[in-house]
């Protein structure tokens, strides 16, 4: 695979308003899909199934400083900007505000999926008539479903990845992240970059572990998402939108690798 300079940007390819419908599809696909990770996760008991990686480790250590979902998830992502910056080489502010207006609206959107999966509640409307939120899982029936539902909650946060990194727009910084590892470190092997991105979330699980001695939302649906999630990114790159090719891609030093060569062969897994 030929490597190009970082001076050369991967083409944008698709008008202003089509990277904008992108985005906001992607946005609404991940928050679901990371909340349907947690919501199934709690209403089996024993718990065993977990949520996504990144979810998990923020959950848990929003719990160990007392910060609902949307403080737990703003103020992590902030701090992962800051990692981003550093691997990328540079300060860009562009960039950096772009991580930060992802975050706002995906937290907000996360609260506002877990309050209606949870218990049928909506913003300004309070509680629905039509749904009371998912129910407690009685039986080995309703246990299969939730470990199934769980896992199509990893594969749209893995969907949603693929959507937003591609119109690469604004991004959510541990995708930025995943991103950044992706085109710069692994030439472009997403399940790779993907594992390689879960550094962070690591560190955050053993310190919330410390603090509270105790972790939730781990489990069977983690290691699927450890797994997996990745090489579903990788498939849909390839097969959910196939025209939509990687936009502006910028990783940092003359080590990266545009995008475009990707778009143009098989989606590396």
């Not at 539902?149 to 959510?172: D, K």
């Amino acid at each position: 695979m030929a490597k190009k300079t970082a001076n050369r940007k991967a083409k944008r390819t698709i008008s202003m308003t089509a990277s904008i419908m992108f985005f906001i599809l992607s946005l609404i696909i991940n928050s679901a899909g990371n909340v349907l990770t947690l919501v199934t996760t709690a209403k089996i008991h024993p718990s065993f199934l977990g949520s996504a990686y990144w979810t998990a480790a923020e959950t848990n250590l929003g719990n160990a400083f007392h910060w609902n979902l949307f403080w737990a998830f703003l103020i992590l992502g902030v701090a992962i900007t800051i990692l981003n910056a550093f691997l990328v080489g540079h300060w860009d502010w562009g960039r950096a505000i772009g991580n930060v207006i992802f975050m706002v609206p995906f937290s907000a959107l996360i609260q506002v999926f877990d309050d209606f999966f949870m218990d049928g509640s909506l913003p300004v409307i309070g509680k629905v008539s039509f749904f009371a939120g998912f129910p407690e899982a009685k039986g080995w029936m309703m246990v299969v479903f939730y470990v199934l539902l769980n896992f199509f909650g990893v594969a749209l946060i893995a969907t949603a990845i693929s959507i937003y990194q591609r119109v690469n727009l604004v991004l959510h910084p541990a995708d930025d992240l995943m991103q950044i590892l992706r085109f710069k470190y692994f030439n472009g092997a997403a399940g790779k970059a993907m594992w390689a991105s879960y550094i962070p979330p690591t560190v955050m699980a053993v310190v919330a572990f410390a603090m509270t001695r105790q972790f939730t939302n781990l489990g069977l649906g983690t290691i699927f998402a450890f797994l997996f999630q990745g090489g579903i990114t990788g498939l849909a790159d390839k097969y959910v939108f196939p025209h939509l090719k990687h936009q502006a891609l910028d990783v940092g030093d003359d080590e990266s690798t545009v995008a475009e060569d990707i778009d143009e062969t098989d989606v590396k897994k």
